[in-house]
């Protein structure tokens, strides 16, 4: 049974990281995606404790970055905690380019040298580290990786310890997108699938997701490449939404796991 676990960002509005976990055992759900800073905000000792509580383990831990010096300096400290949490891979937000910056090679080239000083450091607590190219009308400001062709060059040029997280909102529209998911899956380097939906008009790029199924995008398509590629791992749903954000937390996480029951044919594990 593929399990479905939800990153803290769909409801952190209004439900702290004690809310979430005890929200999401209440639905019979073994493993959560966390946040450093929602951590941060309860202490590293409750986080822990609450999480052996309910029985859950960590998938992904939000993040490292951006790429830049105030945020590296705490890049060990991250993923040190990131492993004290057993996360299974540490999410890398690089951030966009820097101010009055213009030329998009020269950030790229910046990026993948410091992704390589990253890794030196998650290889020695033995903790991966997660791509996610972000659609690239986010390329000014939240990341010059805006494709999973550029995500797997990378991941391919630094080797084993880093991998990519396929988030359907930021790859629906690539031509190559089936091609670049079996390639990834070809080298064991699928980390995380990551559902919501793209909706027409999307009146903000960053907070307008959509719930499953209230968009375009065909997820179980999607879901099938990943699938096909050899991905095993859960179903992630993240939902960036100044819409949904507004709601009741326990709801939204209702309606996105009988979202995820209609579209993937598949119920929580539990």
Request: aromatic share 8%.
């Amino acid at each position: 049974m593929t399990e479905i676990v939800f990153n803290h960002a769909t409801v952190r509005e209004r439900a702290d990281m004690l809310t979430f976990l005890r929200l999401s055992a209440d639905r019979g759900l073994k493993t959560v995606s966390v946040w450093g800073d929602e951590i941060a905000k309860i202490g590293e000792a409750d986080a822990l404790s609450a999480l052996d509580d309910f029985g859950m383990t960590v998938s992904g831990y939000n993040r490292i970055g951006p790429f830049v010096p105030e945020y590296l300096d705490r890049a060990e400290a991250e993923l040190e905690r990131a492993a004290r949490f057993g996360a299974d891979h540490v999410f890398v937000f690089t951030g966009g380019l820097h101010e009055t910056e213009k030329n998009l090679y020269a950030a790229r080239r910046r990026v993948e040298d410091t992704f390589g000083r990253l890794l030196d450091m998650a290889r020695k607590i033995d903790i991966k580290l997660a791509i996610e190219p972000l659609h690239p009308m986010l390329a000014g400001d939240r990341t010059v990786i805006a494709s999973l062709s550029h995500a797997n060059a990378l991941a391919e040029t630094l080797g084993p310890g880093i991998g990519v997280v396929v988030d359907v909102y930021h790859v629906w529209w690539d031509e190559r997108l089936a091609a670049e998911i079996e390639r990834a899956g070809r080298a064991g380097r699928l980390l995380g699938f990551h559902v919501n939906d793209w909706l027409v008009p999307t009146r903000h790029i960053l907070t307008d997701r959509g719930m499953m199924g209230d968009g375009i995008i065909d997820l179980p398509a999607i879901e099938g490449m990943v699938r096909r590629a050899g991905f095993q791992g859960p179903v992630e749903v993240e939902i960036f939404s100044t819409d949904w954000w507004s709601r009741d937390p326990g709801e939204v996480m209702d309606i996105a796991i009988d979202r995820c029951r209609q579209l993937f044919g598949q119920e929580a594990a539990s």
